[in-house]
């Protein structure tokens, strides 16, 4: 299909640089990671940040975070760069600017550096040295430059890391786990069993994503055990499991229940549970949905766009195990754990194209020409030929059997009623 010449296949994708657009009416907007790692930033209580960058990223930095001064005496505040540092640096400018920070009353600030100051080459690991002892805010920084990525994600999972820098080796608490990717003031996004099991059991959970604070995430060092269930946390996990020897338990990708199987008596060994028939009656509703799934859904065929943080790759991999085939593929991060879901599709026969998704108004026609029995992302447009599923935000925050039974329940609902028009939407709500 000459629609698809220019992107590449799955198997060829070793990092973003090699996913493109699907059509050139690409833009940049909420696509900068600058954006992402500014609202990721604004709603860690107690975090300052200070944005290095040109008029152009200042103003929409501002777009972002309106006010220079949050709720709970975070300072956000932005560093403008004149011609002259354009040219020559800004350190000088940089370091006056921490320090007036600190005066102020910052606790710790987020240097989060833009395309210019990362083009010309700023040390800002250098300035961080320098001036870190002459101050009490505690220091970390992130490199934002747009021109290195498609998208936005790496502003969620490297401001994660950035944050993670703080962190000071603790004492080890043994019922304490770290939920890593789930916001504390959630109540719209359903409790997963698993997390309300161990809070029965008398372990404290602390939750690290949204909403949570500064302290929450200095103190994150004494858990027994991570918990990541969004891929954005991930490289959080592995970088504690190193620096501070706390091992994680990735349940974000993992939706056949013989894997959940694995993934539950991991964690069972970690934190020494007996779970016993705890979960068997959502685990054997999942066993009865896929089987009856490997009926329905094989033979069908699929593209699969913008599904927010659910990972792309993992979701295809386990969507071909029931013997759906994958068209097309947008993907907004290639992600290390990518690597062994590439190399399970490519054993099964299956090498789509991947690309970036970004304006619906020219890709749903290249959608239209693919015709797929099922479309799985967000779509802005009404009037469309195919199945849709409007998007799989509700996945969101939920994790093992629950998530598999709400997943297969939607989709086999679709294709039990579906329409001669073909338009079936599954709605769901915000996360």
Known sequence: MDDLK??????????????????????????????????????????????IGTPECTTYGRMVIPQAAGKNGELHWMYVLDSHEVVFGCRDGIVDALKKMDMAGAKAVLIIVTCVPELIGEDIEGIIYEVQPE????????????????????????????????MRKRETSLNTVNVLGR?????????????????QKGFFLRFLAL??????????????????????????AVMMEQKFGIPYISMHNTYD??????????????????????????????????????????????????????????????????????????????????????????????????????????????????????????????????????DIYNLYGQIGYGRTCYLLNNLLQIFDNRRPSGKEVLENGTA
């Open 183 to 199: 916001s504390p003031e959630e109540e719209h996004v359903p409790m997963p069993a698993l997390l309300s099991a161990l809070e």
């Open 257 to 390: 229940v013989f894997e959940i199987d694995k993934v539950y008596a991991e964690l069972g060994e970690r934190l020494g549970i007996e779970w016993g028939n705890e979960f068997e009656e959502d685990r054997q509703h999942a066993l009865f949905l896929q089987e009856k799934a490997k009926k329905v859904l094989e033979g069908l065929k699929f593209v699969s766009a913008f599904i927010g943080p659910t990972m792309v790759v993992p979701f295809a991999s386990y969507l071909i195990g029931f013997g759906m085939e994958p068209l097309l593929l947008h993907m907004e991060e290639v992600y290390p754990g990518d690597k062994m879901y590439i190399k399970e599709l490519a054993a099964k026969g299956y090498n789509p194209p991947v690309c970036h998704m970004v304006n619906n108004k020219s890709d749903i026609p290249v959608i239209e020409r693919l015709s797929p029995d099922i479309y799985f992302g967000y779509l802005s447009e009404e009037e469309i030929n195919f199945t849709h599923v409007h």
């Open 135 to 166: 101050i009490k805010a505690c220091l970390t920084f992130v490199l934002m430059g747009h021109f290195k990525c498609n998208s936005y994600p790496s502003g969620s999972w490297k401001t994660l890391l950035a944050i993670g820098k703080l």
């Open 211 to 236: 909403d949570s604070s500064l302290e929450e995430f200095l103190h994150a060092a004494d858990a027994a055990v991570n918990i990541v269930i969004s891929p954005y946390t991930q490289p959080l």
């Open 6 to 51: 220019h992107l590449k296949k799955l198997s060829a994708i070793k990092s973003n640089a090699g996913v493109k657009f699907l059509t050139p009416a690409a833009f940049p907007g909420n696509h900068c990671p600058m954006h992402t790692a500014l609202a990721l930033s604004r709603k860690i209580k107690g975090l300052s940040t200070l944005v």
